[in-house]
Nanobody
Framework: QVQLVESGGGLVQAGGSLRLSCAAS????????MGWFRQAPGKEREFVARIRWSGGIPNYADSVKDRFTISRDNAKNTVYLQMNSLKPEDTATYYCAAQGATYYSRGYYDTGLYDYWGQGTQVTVSS
């Protein structure tokens, strides 16, 4: 089991920035790719970003590319999501997720390809 706890959400004005953190415990953090997803009210959970266990070139949704940056610190068992130039449409609950080797080669967009999930942190962007 991997336990994931997100933090860093809050209320911010459009154009502002937030950094989300996701702290992991349990199994070896560095064995998992880590992803961020978000879910707005009345909408399905959607992919935001993913980073491999060793770092490397991350994957991003087109809607956040060039504004959001995912990173990880394996020594701290933590993955981050730096969000800049925030827009009202970024308002959602943000979830981190851990992806093991079994699913990694199958892709990253689908929520079903992740093994563990956090409880989420709310991000609200006012216009």
């Amino acid at each position: 089991q991997v336990q994931l706890v997100e933090s860093g959400g809050g209320l911010v004005q459009a154009g502002g920035s937030l950094r989300l953190s996701c702290a992991a415990s349990g199994r070896t953090f560095s064995n998992y790719a880590m992803g961020w997803f978000r879910q707005a009210p009345g909408k399905e959970r959607e992919f935001v970003a993913r980073i491999r266990w060793s770092g490397g070139i991350p994957n991003y949704a087109d809607s956040v590319k060039d504004r959001f940056t995912i990173s990880r610190d394996n020594a701290k068992n933590t993955v981050y999501l730096q969000m800049n130039s925030l827009k009202p449409e970024d308002t959602a609950t943000y979830y981190c997720a851990a992806q093991g080797a079994t699913y990694y080669s199958r892709g990253y967009y689908d929520t079903g390809l992740y093994d563990y999930w956090g409880q989420g942190t709310q991000v609200t962007v006012s216009s």
